[in-house]
């Protein structure tokens, strides 16, 4: 009998087309000596033909769970995928990835066989959406992360992490007001921070390593501006209800003030700003930064989600 049960999740919505080749790309796994693996679809309420390819999914290494969560969100499907999951490790990847043939024995084999908790991979950018005009700003922002073994880490990639069951003990859950569908983005980066909080380490692996086939529509300038204020917004979501970080001076005042600047720069250094592709940063940075004030102004208006640092979200009050 195998001696390590493993839960690879995955979570998806109406992007039927990436779901089939990122499970056709399973097919050619190596598993892990001495284990056996589950692969979880969570099915975050989509309208296309989502449920017939993962029920018409076969793979000889693993069997296939389709499971269906409808409350949009991404964090709804996370949570729904961790509820289903039977593994003592649990692994998360994406509908979009093809992994290497290695990649499960490398993202799981620290946390089976050297006592780590929580490890993230390596992501990778598909060759042909590579651009030259690309900074690590624009490649963060993509989700593409080349690592070493020499380099601590402090947050997950939500294309590409593991931990162990176990760390569900302290931090039992995603934040659904967070993640796609809901502020945008930062449900991993949450995680990541209570995972800390709770005294877990997050662990680099380098050689575990997924290739991103993200849609090319990401790499257009309005695609940029919007992740630039899902950031602002996540951001100050964060600082408000769980780090309890004061803002200096009124928010909505700090918003004006960078609009104007923004406004003011974007007039002077127009020829930047014309490219269907890409964004420059201090227009992001900027965009961000008025995004923040903006919802740290609107988050300010509620009580606060959390006890400072928690690893449980508090009940809203009646």
Same mark, same amino acid.
């Given at each position: %009998?195998?001696?390590?049960?493993? !839960?690879? #999740? #995955? ?5 039927e087309d990436d779901l089939?080749?990122? /499970? ?55 949570? =729904? ?6 593994? *003592? ?12 043939? %290695? ?10 066989? *050297? ?10 950018? +598909? ?18 992360? *080349? ?19 176990? #760390? ?23 995680? !990541? ?9 997050? /662990? ?10 993200? !849609? ?5 300038? +309005?695609?940029?501006?919007?992740r630039a204020e899902g ?44 490219s269907a592709e890409g ?10 930064? =008025? ?15 959390? +006890? ?11």
């Amino acid at each position: %009998m195998p001696a390590h049960n493993l !839960s690879i #999740i #995955i979570c998806t919505r109406d992007r039927e087309d990436d779901l089939k080749k990122t /499970l056709r790309a399973m097919e050619h796994l190596i598993m892990p000596e001495d284990c056996r693996a589950e692969l979880i679809v969570v099915d975050n309420n989509s309208k296309d033909r989502t449920k017939e390819i993962v029920q018409a999914t076969n793979l000889k290494q693993m069997p296939v769970r389709y499971v269906f969560a409808a409350e949009p969100g991404q964090v709804y499907a996370r949570n =729904a995928g961790l509820d289903a999951s039977q593994g *003592e490790v649990i692994v998360f990847t994406d509908d979009d990835v093809r992994p290497d043939k %290695m990649w499960l024995c490398h993202i799981t084999y620290p946390l089976l066989h *050297e006592g780590a908790d929580v490890v993230t991979g390596t992501i990778r950018i +598909a060759p042909h959406l590579n651009r030259p005009w690309m900074a690590d700003l624009h490649r963060v922002w993509l989700a593409i992360r *080349e690592l070493s073994d020499s380099e601590p880490v402090h947050t997950v990639a939500g294309a590409n992490f593991a931990f162990k069951r176990s #760390i569900l003990e302290r931090v039992p859950r995603f934040d659904p007001e967070l993640g796609p569908g809901r502020l945008g983005f930062w449900d991993d980066t949450l995680f !990541s921070l209570q995972v800390e909080q709770a005294g877990f380490k997050i /662990l680099a692996v380098p050689r575990a390593i997924v290739e991103h086939h993200f !849609s090319a529509n990401r790499l257009l300038r +309005a695609a940029f501006l919007r992740r630039a204020e899902g950031e602002g917004r996540c951001n100050a979501y964060v600082s408000w209800h769980w780090g309890h970080d004061p803002v200096d001076g009124r928010a909505k005042y700090r918003e004006l003030k960078k609009k104007i600047k923004l406004s003011m720069l974007r007039v002077v250094r127009w020829r930047e700003c014309r490219s269907a592709e890409g964004c420059p940063e201090w227009e992001l940075r900027l965009v961000l930064s =008025a995004a923040y004030f903006n919802q740290y102004w609107r988050e300010q208006r509620r009580p606060r989600a959390y +006890a400072q640092h928690g690893l449980l979200k508090l009940a809203p009050p009646r």
